[in-house]
């Protein structure tokens, strides 16, 4: 639709792994011809999807797109999408962020979470990190997260702030879904947030290098890896005090899992859900997982997965409510 929108000015779009649908790079490649300015940020480091994706590069540079070929020194994981759009005399920005790759094929396999947002400040942030990815300036951020520059830092603020209210004596607790935990210093964070009070739950598709349940260094933290039809692929990071709701909760989605590579060597970027209805929405999907016993798997402080008992699938339950 913004390709064909003569309102449309700009699209700016990271893309990791493409895929073979052509849908997606179409439109691109239709919206530089109809004179937009096009940005595609391919990832050539994207393992499997190298030749793929060179020749979608070649085939926007042909068609006018200015074509970004990664980042030196890091690899662009990022799945962000800026609209600009001219509105009544002024110029709005509309921002697509996600957890899973702009690829058909995978969109059908994985579960994943996608924010869009008309939300200036959200725009402003998105246009910065576009601007400083293809080389026009330094990038400050102020809402979004974002690695390897301060996604590492706010999350351990977020740990340390919910902390602070445990030791206060108020009920805090944290939420995180990713594939993957193996990066020490998170590891260390979550390990002094139990220690402070914090409940931590942990669903954790893939590996996982924290034990929870240890007497005096983790007895808070909660670990489940969560295996259905579909893979596992959003990440969710929740931060909250008082009851488990969103009217005290921070609520991030993105592409980061928490890995040294995600997090010091990848552009990985994490963006607030603000709205409070798509807060709960958030809160309430994890908490459906955590009450799954057909495909979870609960880690003890042995370092040993046990399933658990039970035939209730969160993965049906969605499809159910989606049908």
């Known amino acids: 639709a913004a390709a064909a929108d003569p309102d449309v000015l700009a699209i700016k779009q990271t893309l990791y792994r493409t895929g073979d649908d052509r849908r997606l790079l179409g439109a691109l490649r ?13 990832e ?9 994706n060179i020749s979608w590069a070649r085939q926007l540079e042909r068609a006018g797109a200015h074509v970004v070929y990664g980042v030196s020194g890091l690899k662009v994981h990022a799945k962000v999408t800026l609209v600009i759009r001219r509105e009544e005399g002024r110029l709005r920005s509309y921002v697509h962020v996600g957890t899973g790759n702009y690829n058909a094929k995978t969109a059908r396999l994985y579960t994943d979470l996608s924010l869009l947002s008309a939300n200036e400040e959200l725009g402003t942030d998105v246009a910065q990190l576009f601007n400083h990815l293809t080389g026009y300036a330094e990038a400050e951020y102020g809402r979004l997260l974002v690695a390897p520059d301060t996604a590492r830092s706010g999350l ?20 995180i879904k990713i594939n993957q935990l193996t990066d020490p210093a998170m590891i260390d964070g979550i390990y002094r947030a ?14 996982c290098c924290l034990r929870p349940g240890v007497p005096g260094l983790s007895e808070n933290v909660r670990v489940h890896s969560l295996l259905g039809r579909y893979l596992e692929h959003a990440r969710v990071y929740a931060f909250g005090y008082g009851p488990h709701g969103q009217e005290t909760a921070q609520v991030y989605v993105g592409s980061a899992d928490w890995m040294s590579r995600n997090l010091d060597r990848r552009v990985e970027v994490l963006a607030p859900v603000s709205d409070p209805l798509h807060k709960q929405g958030v809160l309430d999907l994890v908490a459906a997982e955590w009450a799954d016993t057909r495909g979870s798997w609960a880690l003890g402080p042995d370092g040993v997965y046990r399933k658990l008992p039970g035939d209730l699938s969160a993965q049906e339950a969605f499809m159910r409510a989606r049908g």
């Not at 919206?31 to 595609?40: D, L, M, S």
């Not at 351990?156 to 944290?174: E, I, M, T």
């Open 44 to 52: 050539l480091k994207a393992r499997f999807d190298e030749q793929r």
């Open 156 to 175: 351990l603020d977020w740990l340390q702030a919910v902390s602070k209210q445990a030791q206060a004596g108020q009920p805090a607790w944290a939420s």
């Open 194 to 207: 139990s220690q402070a009070g914090v409940k931590i739950d942990l669903m954790i598709r893939g590996v």
């Open 30 to 42: 239709t919206a530089a011809e109809n004179g937009k300015q096009v940005v595609a940020l391919i």
